[in-house]
């Protein structure tokens, strides 16, 4: 809501007080007896009514704060995940006691391209967000035209690019990562169990790439859909096929629980079980008896538990995983933010930095194609609880 400017107050009225003080120090002197006839009375001019400055439905002009928009679902089926992430962004900018940022929270849940529309309209320079790759669709182009970059917290890579970085922990890198990691202790013939749909077609894609990458082979692949029976159908084709030493379960840590069982009764009973970073969304993973010995990549945890026992002492609940995504995204902008001027376009071009960023989350950085490379580490469920086995690298380095 823009704010109204008080008219001046005219200058006729600072006449008439200045008149009165002199009229009430005159009755205190000595009056002389010949006065004289009396003065003419002051000239008055009618005072000219000041312009109103008009009512605008934008938010006030900041000059001293980056205006920055936050898109998350507010209402509807993913509220609670997008107030996770409103939560995180206001956690970050009090624990880097940045001024400099102004966030401003839109509801995508009312229409993402809306809400992009609106904050750029309102003077935002930068969106975090939005959360869906449906709503990175309809944003990008918008916020394209305006030159207001795009930090999205979605892992689909096909909304990456023309202005839109993608946050979300991709599941190729997750795959590759473990991948290579049971490559380097001796496993070179893999399998692979996959859900259908885009999730499943773009985790087999990336799970031949890595085998092959790595100098092993696939013997078996198995689909499956969420029909009942489906999985444990998928996992009997598997072991009739060709033999293996490890088994990719690219799905939930859940849904990999129901099919370890029955590969432990058949003839893949020393299989080693492979995850995806699906898995570390999963805080009761550890205690899950079926996956113990199971290997998995993600990003690493150590700062995340420090900022979940925060987030839990201020906002009285847990934080989804992902609303790390959001105070990140704070970090990275902070840090940009030194180098940017109150009213400028954001730097765009510092996003592409080579060495990087640090977060909660561990190091990444943005590849030419818009999508976060990040430092994994791997970790193996062992007797109650994730045990890191690969460690996470620091950095980039020459990679």
């Known amino acids: 809501m823009a704010e109204v400017a008080r008219a001046p107050q005219p200058r006729t009225w600072r ?26 009375p002051p000239t008055t001019t009618t005072p000219r009514p000041a312009t109103p400055r008009p009512v605008s439905p934008a938010l006030p002009e900041d000059t001293a704060r980056h205006r920055v928009a936050l898109l998350v679902p507010l209402s509807g089926t993913n509220a609670a995940v997008g107030r996770s992430l409103v939560n995180a962004t206001q956690l970050a900018v009090l ?37 869906l790759a449906e ?8 916020a394209r035209r305006a030159g207001v970059p795009v930090l999205s917290f979605s892992n689909d890579t096909s909304v990456a690019g023309n202005g839109a970085y993608l946050l979300g922990y991709s599941p190729n890198q997750s795959i590759e990562r473990v991948v290579d990691h049971a490559s380097r202790n001796g496993v070179a013939q893999f399998a692979g169990l996959v859900p259908s749909g885009v999730y499943g077609q773009r985790a087999s894609t990336a799970f031949l790439r890595a085998v092959e990458d790595a100098g092993g082979s696939v013997t078996a692949m198995q689909t499956y859909d969420r029909a ?19 088994v990719l379960i690219a799905d939930s840590a859940g849904t990999a629980s129901l099919a370890v069982p029955a590969l432990r009764r058949g003839s893949a009973a020393g299989t080693r079980v492979l995850g995806t970073e699906l898995w570390n969304a999963d805080t009761g993973i550890g205690s899950n008896a079926a996956l113990n010995g199971a ?9 995340y538990r420090q900022y979940a026992t925060k987030y839990r002492a201020r906002f009285g609940t ?22 940017w001027r109150v009213g400028d376009r954001f730097p765009e071009a510092r996003l ?19 999508v976060s490379d990040r430092a994994l580490e791997v970790q193996e469920i062992r007797g109650g609880t994730t045990v890191t086995i690969s460690p996470a690298p620091q950095g980039f380095g020459g990679r």
């Open 228 to 246: 009942p029976g489906s999985i444990a159908a998928a996992v009997a084709r598997l072991t009739r096929a060709a033999p293996f030493q490890a």
């Open 318 to 339: 847990a934080p989804y995983r992902l609303s790390s995504l959001g105070y990140d995204a704070v970090l990275l902008t902070v840090r940009i933010a030194r180098d």
């Open 352 to 370: 592409s930095d080579r060495d990087g960023f640090a977060g909660l989350d561990g190091a990444f950085r943005f590849g030419r194609d818009g």
């Open 15 to 40: 006449n008439a007080l200045a008149l009165l003080g002199a009229a009430v120090l005159s009755a205190c002197a000595v009056v002389p007896r010949d006065v004289g006839p009396p003065p003419p």
């Open 295 to 303: 290997w998995f990549a993600s990003v690493s945890n150590t700062l």
């Open 95 to 131: 624990d880097t006691r940045s001024e400099g940022l102004r966030i401003t929270n839109y509801d995508t849940a009312t229409g993402a391209a809306a809400a992009a529309q609106r904050a750029i309209d309102e003077g935002a320079r930068l969106i975090l967000g939005p959360l």
């Open 135 to 142: 709503d990175v669709r309809a944003v990008a182009p918008i």
